[in-house]
């Protein structure tokens, strides 16, 4: 009877069923190939160190980034860099995610894997990221993987102070028109490779930017870059060969030179900014000899961060979608923000979670949720660990799936716990995580924490659902803050070296 009163308040909270989008899985199962193309030294900190990066509180004082690297050894790093994306992510771990039912990858990317992007006299990162992206992206093909394409570590730095920004810095340059440009030049060149380069057979979406500031005061512009990145990615489309609803015929692809058919096209996709950034895109296009009609494929899914990412009235990226579009949370309860530092605490929030109804009513759906983990603020048990997987697959599976942060964490002296709580594959060996994704050690977990509608309002009301014999009931203080979790439930930072040690 229990299972039953849950199933009919989780199907009073479900929005109209999710179907597949675009060439996403109807569920997501996916985990993030983190520490590969953007390394975070925070993850592999044995491997860091004797690569010949250093370890410090403050990351922009050492040799704590990719960048710092990059400029700390000119002439070895793309060779140690090659090094570190071979062993990181190859067949072995493909072969491992395959075995545990992952559907889909999102693949942190940095700005400097379109190399031309790169003004080199004062920024530094490795080169040769493109043709390790093109292998990876090649095993997990065969393996029946799709992929998401996400610009992680945007030009000028997006995000303050944070290793997973390519450079750690207090002053992020983002936000600028020249920047801007730059990742609209770097969407179309993602663009026409996922669509002419077979390599690139099973890219299905690219995420516009990872986590911008959260503060929408402090991101000027963002809006109208949200705009002009789908324009971008339809535009880069439509000149491939793919038909736009809405858009008129296609132009003859005389040669598929960008700049001969540019002029021919019009309409509200091809803004000034958008010709130019893929006036800027094609030179890069033809060197990379990635040149040519789309190979039969489909329009690829954009992505951005959901709305409630950011508060002090974002833009809705809803207003932007021309096309199959998808939205990304990321809710990490360990940096604190999101409940009290207790295991009742977090089942309750979590069971109550209202994050992809939010959305929906503002039109931010399908919702996936790109990363999470099992971090917690205080030392968790395994059985609590257990119930606290499931519980945010439940949760997280409301609406097109989840993604969990990461795949795997570097085990070794120095990196002590970390996997326990930060990796999917050692989730999966320690028991917490189910083998079969789609599946939950206990699928009732959140019945004693569902708080019934008729009672949040009420800060006294204790929740009826939970039977007397669960000692975990939620109090009356959680289950205001599971109430009145709204807009800002995420983390604000990304795990750190000092947050997650
Ligand atoms: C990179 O970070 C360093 C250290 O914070 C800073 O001095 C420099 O201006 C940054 N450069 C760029 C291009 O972000
Ligand atoms: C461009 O506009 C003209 C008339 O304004 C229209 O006939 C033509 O179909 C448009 N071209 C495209 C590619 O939409
Ligand atoms: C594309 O067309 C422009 C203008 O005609 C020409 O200058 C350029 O060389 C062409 N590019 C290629 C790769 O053919
Ligand atoms: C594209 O691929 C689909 C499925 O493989 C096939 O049914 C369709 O005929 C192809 N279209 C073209 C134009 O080749
Ligand atoms: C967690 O356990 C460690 C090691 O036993 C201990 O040092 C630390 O104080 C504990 N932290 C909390 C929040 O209880």
Redesign the pocket.
């Given at each position: 009877m229990r299972a039953t009163t849950v199933f009919s308040l989780l199907s009073f909270f479900l929005p109209t069923a999710f179907g597949s989008l675009g060439g996403l899985p109807d569920k997501i199962y996916g985990v993030n190939l983190g520490s590969w193309l953007v390394l975070e030294p925070w993850m592999l900190p044995q491997e860091w160190l004797d690569m010949g990066g250093q370890s410090c509180s403050d990351c922009s004082t050492c040799i704590g980034t990719e960048f710092a690297f990059a400029k700390a050894y000119p002439d070895t790093v793309d060779e140690i860099f090659d090094g570190h994306w071979t062993s990181w992510f190859n067949q072995p771990d493909v072969d491992a995610l395959k075995a545990n039912g992952i559907n889909t990858v999102r693949i942190p990317l940095g700005y400097w894997i379109v190399e031309a992007l790169v003004d080199r006299a004062t920024e530094f990162y490795p080169r040769g990221g493109l043709a390790q992206l093109r292998r990876g992206l090649q095993q997990l093909n065969a393996a029946g993987i799709v992929a998401i394409l996400d610009h992680h570590a945007l030009p000028g730095v997006a995000a303050v102070n944070q290793m997973f920004a390519g450079n750690c810095t207090s002053t992020p340059m983002f936000y600028t028109d020249y920047n801007y440009h730059r990742a609209l030049i770097w969407t179309s060149v993602m663009t026409a490779l996922s669509h002419v380069d077979p390599a690139f057979a099973n890219v299905v979406a690219i995420e516009a930017a990872n986590e911008p500031i959260m503060d929408a005061s402090k991101t000027p512009g963002y809006g109208n870059f949200q705009k002009n990145f789908v324009k971008a990615v339809r535009a880069t489309e439509f000149l491939l060969g793919i038909q736009t609803p809405g858009f008129g015929a296609m132009p003859v692809p005389t040669?598929g030179?960008?700049?001969?058919m540019l002029p021919q096209v019009n309409g509200s996709i091809f803004t000034n900014e958008v010709r130019s950034a893929l006036l800027d895109a094609?030179?890069i296009l033809?060197e990379l000899g990635v040149?040519g009609l789309s190979k039969n494929r489909t329009q690829l899914v954009t992505n951005f961060m959901d709305i409630g990412w950011q508060h002090n009235n974002p833009a809705n990226p809803a207003d932007a979608a021309i096309g199959p579009q998808g939205y990304d949370n990321h809710l990490y309860y360990s940096f604190g923000g999101v409940a009290n530092a207790d295991p009742v605490s977090y089942m309750t929030s979590i069971c109550n979670l209202k994050r992809v109804q939010k959305d929906a009513a503002l039109g931010n759906s399908p919702l996936w949720f790109g990363e999470w983990g099992l971090p917690t603020q205080f030392n968790a048990t395994d059985a609590f660990l257990t119930q606290w997987a499931d519980a945010q697959k439940l949760m997280y599976s409301q609406d097109a799936g989840w993604i969990f942060w990461n795949f795997k964490i570097e085990k070794s002296k120095l990196a002590g716990d970390l996997a326990r709580q930060w990796s999917y594959r050692e989730g999966v060996e320690l028991g917490y995580l189910t083998k079969d994704p789609s599946k939950y050690n206990d699928p009732n977990v959140c019945v004693p924490y569902i708080i019934p509608p008729s009672s949040s309002a009420s800060v006294s009301a204790s929740p009826t659902s939970a039977s007397a014999s669960v000692s975990a009931q939620p109090t009356a203080s959680a289950s205001v803050s599971a109430s009145e979790q709204t807009t800002v439930s995420s983390a604000s930072t990304q795990p750190s070296a000092s947050a997650s040690a």
């Open positions: 040669n030179n960008f700049t001969v094609y030179p033809v040149v």
